[in-house]
C-alpha cells in the first residue's frame, strides 16, 4: 500500500519536495519489474507512450485515458473517468501527460508514479503544476496547485525509443539560464543595474560548462544517446533549481517569452527547444554571449531553430510585438524587467533577427 500523496490546490513554493529529493529509480527494463507490484491502477498517457510501453506492463490498467491538454476543464472531466478500485495513478508520457495525472491525483487524493517517456522537462521533477486556461497560464506560482509524486521511473529501454531530441530538449531547459546572465550584462553596461556578481551567476556557469563538457562523452559511436546519457540530462535537470540565478537583474525571461509565443499563438511546442530558442533571441538582442550559447546547444544537440521546432516567422513576430504587455501582466504573476518589454524587436530588428536564426 502507497501513502496518500502529499499536496494542495496552493502553497506548493513552501511545502512540495524540492526537485534534489525526489525519488527517481533507474534501470534497464525497469517498468517491467515496477508494474509487477502496482495495485490495480489507472493510466494517463498520450496514444504513443502507451504504445511504447504497453509491452512492458506486467499486468494491464483498470482503466486509461490519453490527455493532449492542461485545460482544467479537460481535466476536471479526466479525473472523474477515474474508476472506482483505482489504487495508483500512473503517468505514462511527456511533460503534459505527467502534469495532467497530478492534478488526477490530487483530485482523486490517490498515489502517483511518474514514468516520463522522454527526460525533457522539469515536470518530472517539479510538484507545482501551472493552471491553464487553453495555452495561457492563469495567476501565479503561489496560486498553482502541486502534488508529491511517490517516485519516477526512468526505465533507459522505454527513452531510447523516443526520438533523440525529446531528449536532449531537456538540456535545453538548462541552458536557456544564458538569458539571465545576458539580460544582466546589457543593463549593466548602460548603469541600469549594478555590475553583474559572479559569485550569483557562478553556479549557472559551472554547471554548463559541467553539460557542455561531459554531455559529448555520453554517446555512443553514431552520436546516438545511450543510458548513460539519459541518465545524465536527467540529473542535471534534477540539479538545475538548486543552480538558478538568484537575482532581479537576471529575469527568467526565456521562460516567460516563450509562455507569451504559446499563449498568443494558442498552441504549444517542444519546451526544452523553445526556451532554448527564446533565450538565443534574448541573448542575440542584448549582443550578450549568443555565439557561446549556439555552440553549447548544438553541441549537446538541442533543436532550438526555427526550422527544427516548426515555428514561422508569423509565430514568432506575433509574439514579440506581444512581448511588452506580456511582461507587464501582474494579475498573472508577470512584472519583469527585460529587453523584450523595454526594446521589442519589431520592424528592421526583427527582419535581422530572423535572418540570424535562419543562418
Ligand atoms: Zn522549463
Redesign the pocket.
Known sequence: MLDLPRGGWSGGQSDATPASKYDIRYGENLLKEESSVWPPYFVVTSPSSLESTRHALSSPPIGFKFINTLDWTQLETLSSSVPNGTKLIVAIGGGIVLDAAKYVALKTSIPLILVPTIVS??AIIHSVFAKWKGFSTVGTVEDWPWLDAHHVVIDYSVIRKAPSHLNTAGLG?ILCSQAGISEWEYSSKRNLSPPVDPSKTLSVRNQRNEIVGFFPNTLGANGNLTSKSIKFIMESIQKRDSNSIQSPYAPGSD?VFWQCVESTNNRGWV?GGG?ALASVIIAWHCEEGVEQLISDLDTCQVFWRPTQLGISENHLLLALKSAPQFFNDKNNGRELKSILRDSPIIGSRFKKLWSFLNS
Open positions: 522537462t522539469g531547459d521562460h519546451h526556451v
